[in-house]
């Protein structure tokens, strides 16, 4: 009997790496599934803190897709590794500050290193040709064969009649009649190919969960990395990236506002790594103070915006406590900002 072949197919919980699996699955090739965590992509996580994001699915849309299509799904956090994709893109950041040529191939290559180690034969991925504009067009996906290493051991089953046979085509593994020749941004294709499937659910949007993505997020980012004079970041920094309202009254420091009570509480878990602000004679947010060399005047303001997103900001005064990331806390009375004080360019 011919040896069952192995792959793994890079699983980012949309629908087009579920049907690429799946459409290697058919042919009877043993498949698992491979996530990496950069710290960019937990939209289930936001979907639990926001109230706006009440209906949407509280889940890891990587592991969904596993036990939807019933394989093994390895997870490998990347985080670290990946801050240098981010801060340095050798092909530079599409519309944001997403480095998506510089991250799949990353993404390929990390999955290449772990089919050798563990005696896989290939790597599926996802990709159509046309879909993306920097990493899914003809001359750039052969660059992410060529740096990844993976060569022709990478296949795009939803296009790879489009492209040159790969290894497991050339070798019969899989039968290339049988995969496909999907081109373009028309997402028709993946839904008639879903429904063949039996598939009904999937995550929405098609184009992922990369935070890197959204003009707003990578706004902050580059804030962040001016604000602190170094292209670097924290776990926690892109954490609070996605978390509340950010505004920078003052270049030395910057406030994160709670804008409902599921973002409250988790800015209260942070609230002993920076000096933070809550009132007291009102219901308010949690204001975090994220800054260095604060002055009294810095206080002030910070606790008059506080008081301003309260719901006693139309009294004259509102009463606030300021506590220090070490937990020393004291009672302020102060008049809440007027609205006219806070020009557009604070909000980040």
Request: hydrophobic residues 35%; proline residues 5%.
């Amino acid at each position: 009997m011919s040896k069952q072949r192995k792959a793994v197919a890079l699983i980012s919980g949309g629908l087009d790496s579920m049907l690429a699996a799946r459409t290697v699955m058919e042919q009877g090739v043993h498949v698992e599934g491979i996530n990496f965590f950069t710290g960019f992509c937990v939209e289930g996580h936001t979907h639990a803190i926001r109230k706006k994001d009440k209906e949407k699915p509280k889940r890891n849309n990587s592991l969904w897709v596993a036990e939807q299509l019933g394989i093994k799904l390895h997870i490998v956090d990347v985080s670290e590794e990946y801050k240098d994709v981010v801060i340095n893109p050798r092909h530079g950041y599409g519309a944001n500050l997403n480095p998506c040529l510089d991250c799949k191939g990353f993404m390929v290559k990390k999955a290449l290193q772990w089919i050798d180690e563990n005696d896989f034969d290939f790597i599926i991925t996802g990709e159509v040709v046309g879909q993306r504009p920097m990493s899914q067009r003809k001359d750039t996906m052969p660059v992410i064969a060529r740096e990844s290493g993976a060569g022709d051991r990478l296949l795009r089953p939803l296009c790879a009649r489009y492209l040159q046979e790969t290894l497991p085509e050339r070798e019969g593994w899989v039968d290339r009649d049988k995969l496909h020749d999907f081109s373009g941004r028309s997402r028709k294709p993946q839904f008639e190919l879903a429904k063949r499937f039996g598939i009904e659910e999937w995550a929405q949007p098609a184009g992922g969960c990369c935070f890197l993505t959204d003009a707003a997020y990578s706004s902050k980012l580059s804030d962040l990395w001016q604000a602190r004079g170094e292209r670097d970041y924290e776990l926690d920094d892109i954490m609070l990236l996605k978390v509340g309202r950010h505004l920078r009254p003052r270049p030395n420091f910057k406030l994160i506002v709670g804008r409902e009570e599921g973002e409250n509480n988790f800015l209260h878990g942070y609230r002993k790594q920076f000096t933070h602000i809550k009132t007291v004679s009102h219901g308010g947010p949690l204001v975090l103070i994220d800054g260095q060399d604060l002055t009294e005047q810095d206080l002030e303001l910070a606790a008059r915006v506080a008081a301003r997103f309260s719901q006693g900001k139309n009294e004259p005064e509102v009463e606030v406590e300021l506590t220090s990331g070490e937990g020393v806390s004291r009672a302020m009375r102060i008049a809440p900002i007027d609205p006219d004080e806070m020009p557009q360019e604070w909000y980040l």
